[in-house]
Structure formats: C-alpha cells, structure tokens
C-alpha cells in the first residue's frame, strides 16, 4: 500500500516537473519570438547590411537587448 501512494506521487511530480518547463519553454519562446521576426524580415535584413546596429533598435524600434 505504502509503494503505490509513493508511485502515485512520483507520478504527480513528474506531471508537474514536466508543466512547469513546458510553461518555462512557452514563455521564453514567446519573449524570443519579435526578435526572431525581427531578423527573419526581408526589411531587417536591408538594414542590418546597411547599418551594424542591434536588430531590436533597427527594425523593431525597442531598446530591449538580445540574449
């Protein structure tokens, strides 16, 4: 009895360990993703060839700095 109430909590941690670096993944992605837009655009790459500046102040208009 004492083995299947540790495996039911095994289980639930697991579940929620693997939630939390779901949720983690998401938002990092979705921090990331303006960036990556921002160099993926046609614009972005005119403007990074005429000008060596930071993606985020050349196209996108922010200040915000890239990892």
């Not at 083995?3 to 693997?18: F, P, R, S, T, Y």
């Not at 403007?47 to 700095?65: D, L, M, V, Y």
């Amino acid at each position: 009895m004492r083995q299947h109430m540790l495996n039911g909590w095994l289980v639930a941690a697991l579940i929620a360990l693997v939630c939390l670096l779901g949720i983690t993944a998401y938002t990092e992605v979705s921090k990331d993703l303006p960036r990556i837009a921002c160099m993926r655009g046609p614009k972005a790459i005119d403007k990074k060839a005429s000008q060596p500046e930071n993606c985020s102040t050349t196209c996108c208009g922010s200040t915000i700095p890239s990892a």
